[in-house]
Structure formats: C-alpha cells, structure tokens
C-alpha cells in the first residue's frame, strides 16, 4: 500500500469541507482569518489555520500534515551508563590554569 500524495490528500481535505457545506474561503472568513488563508495552507505551514481546518473536518493536524508536525522525542542523559556529566565551568578552569 502506498502513501497517498499531498495532491490527493488535499483533495480529501477540500472534499470533507465541502461535503460539510462550505469553502474554504468561507471556513477561512467564519473563523477569523484572511479568506485566501485556508487555501495557502495546502503549500504553507500556517499553523492556526491548519488547526482550524482540521477541527472542521473531525481530526488532528498532526494526522493532516505529518511531516510539518515532527515527532518530539526526549533524551534523558544515562549517567549509570555514561558516568556524571562534567561540569562545562569546571572544563573551562582548567584550561584556564
């Protein structure tokens, strides 16, 4: 199975908000934000108006557009592993000395 291309996930997009009774435009004036707004989203992060659509259409714009939203992981230091971490002043007072 492969992945469907931005063309056609936009198509989805325009076809969930028109089956819902609107355009883009109006969706876009209804909330508050310039009326061209939403149709730029399908090539420009405008994160408020991505939140906007996907609220509209029942999802998240994580789901929408997953490559403008990447996942966050954290990275916790080992010490058990990798011994305490040395203190950056303590380096820069030796070399100093």
Known sequence: MST????????KIKDAVHDRGMTLTELAAHNGL???TLRK????????GQAVLAAFIGTTPEKLWPDR???????????NKYGPPKSRKSISDQEAA
């Open 4 to 11: 469907p291309t931005p063309d056609k996930v936009w198509k």
């Open 34 to 36: 310039h009326p061209s």
């Open 41 to 48: 989203v399908k090539g420009l992060t405008h994160y408020e």
């Open 69 to 79: 939203y990447p996942r966050k992981t954290s990275v916790i230091y080992n010490s």
